[in-house]
């Protein structure tokens, strides 16, 4: 006979199954994996998307992680293990190259600011910790934006509405940041140049981890003289050095 699974259980068990798929699954999928009946699966995921920590995709007749899900992951994130893991890489790479970086994690249809290392004698930025900014806008966002699944994306970025502007710059439908963020997905890196401001630059690499949507930037004045492949090979490097260090934990 199988044993009840408590509700607090099965729920938990839902969310760890899903954040280590690379696309939504389908309920049966889930209550397989879980061991909960079908029926109860289905009562179980209708109560979590209505909190906002699962999506339905009824086209797909899929479930994937909602943004309640992200949300309580950013606690990790915003806490110590995230930033104290980065801390000396990211100052590193600001020697490396004389400009500013910084890290920061998905928060919804944003990205949130969790470590900047400010370059000497650079300008102020507006990426300071805590700071929110939306994600299809920034190096950072897009890069962990082109590391989710396409449903995933869809969510967060259904039609026109979804998208605001800073500077007139940057995608305005679904259609254009998919293409953008296909672009980003082939060349392994995301841009962005004056959309967030005016005369300054991005580069961004996500991390791969599936549990931590993050990525690692380098900010710089347009009209300064820096090579773009330097700066791509340097933030790779860190990314790939905080990847590690976070699976080693």
Do not use: K
Request: zero cysteines; glycine letters at 8%; aromatic letters at 4%.
């Amino acid at each position: 006979m199988t044993r009840p699974v408590p509700a607090a259980t099965a729920t938990l068990r839902v969310l760890r199954f899903l954040s280590g798929q690379p696309v939504p699954l389908p309920a049966s999928r889930i209550a397989a994996e879980i061991g909960l009946p079908r029926s109860s699966a289905y009562h179980l995921l209708a109560a979590m998307a209505e909190e906002d920590f699962v999506v339905h995709y009824p086209d797909d007749r899929t479930w994937g992680l909602g943004i309640g899900a992200w949300e309580v992951g950013l606690a990790f994130a915003q806490q110590e293990p995230l930033a104290r893991l980065a801390r000396v890489p990211l100052a590193r790479l600001v020697d490396a190259l004389g400009q500013s970086a910084h890290l920061a994690v998905l928060h919804g249809s944003d990205v949130l600011y969790v470590l900047e290392e400010r370059a000497r004698g650079r300008p102020s930025l507006v990426t300071d910790v805590g700071v929110r900014l939306p994600a299809h806008l920034t190096a950072s966002g897009r890069a962990i934006l082109a590391s989710l699944a396409r449903p995933q994306v869809r969510a967060l970025y259904p039609d026109a509405s979804a998208f605001v502007s800073r500077t007139d710059v940057g995608p305005r439908t679904p259609t254009q940041l998919r293409n953008l963020l296909g672009t980003t997905r082939r060349r392994g890196h995301a841009t962005e140049d004056g959309e967030v401001t005016p005369g300054f630059r991005s580069v961004a690499v996500a991390l791969t981890g599936p549990s931590v949507r993050a990525a690692v930037a380098v900010t710089w004045e347009s009209a300064a003289d820096v090579t773009d492949g330097a700066v791509v090979t340097a933030v790779r490097a860190t990314a790939d050095t905080l990847d590690r260090r976070l699976h080693a934990r």
